[in-house]
């Protein structure tokens, strides 16, 4: 498994909204273009508020410019390819998780890469 972790400039709610979607609309593109479709890939992006907000659903409502209700951002890349019966799947994820920094500060982005093999 492999983590890297940069620190970037603050980006508000709808900033952070519009990358993490874009990035999942064009993984889905590239794993399409692959021929890479169902259940062999997953992508799911996800948006965190404070503790008592728990998961945010911004499905229907883009967040609004010039807010930080967002505390954390994941996008969760996920493909799993059966090389052949008598091996097991081997299951790449990648993980881009956005962490928000305290008033003023940089976000922390962290990208982890993990490899598995499954019967």
Same mark, same amino acid.
């Given at each position: 498994m492999s983590n890297e972790i940069f620190r970037i400039r603050?980006?508000?709610? $709808? $900033? /952070?909204?519009?990358? /993490?979607?874009? $990035? &999942?609309? &064009?993984?889905?593109? &590239?794993?399409? &273009?692959?021929?890479?479709?169902?259940?062999?890939v997953k992508i799911i992006p996800e948006f965190f508020g404070i503790s008592i907000l728990g998961a945010l659903n911004l499905e229907e409502t883009p967040p609004k410019a010039g807010r930080y209700t967002i505390k954390t951002a994941r996008l969760i890349l996920q493909t799993t390819i059966a090389v052949d019966r008598n091996r097991p799947n081997e299951t790449t994820t990648i993980r881009f998780v956005l962490s928000r920094g305290a008033e003023n500060e940089l976000d922390q982005l962290q990208i982890s890469r993990d490899i598995a093999e499954s019967w």
């Open positions: 603050r980006l508000d709610d $709808a $900033a /952070v909204h519009d990358i /993490v979607m874009r $990035a &999942a609309e &064009a993984a889905r593109a &590239a794993a399409s &273009a692959d021929g890479l479709s169902g259940e062999e």
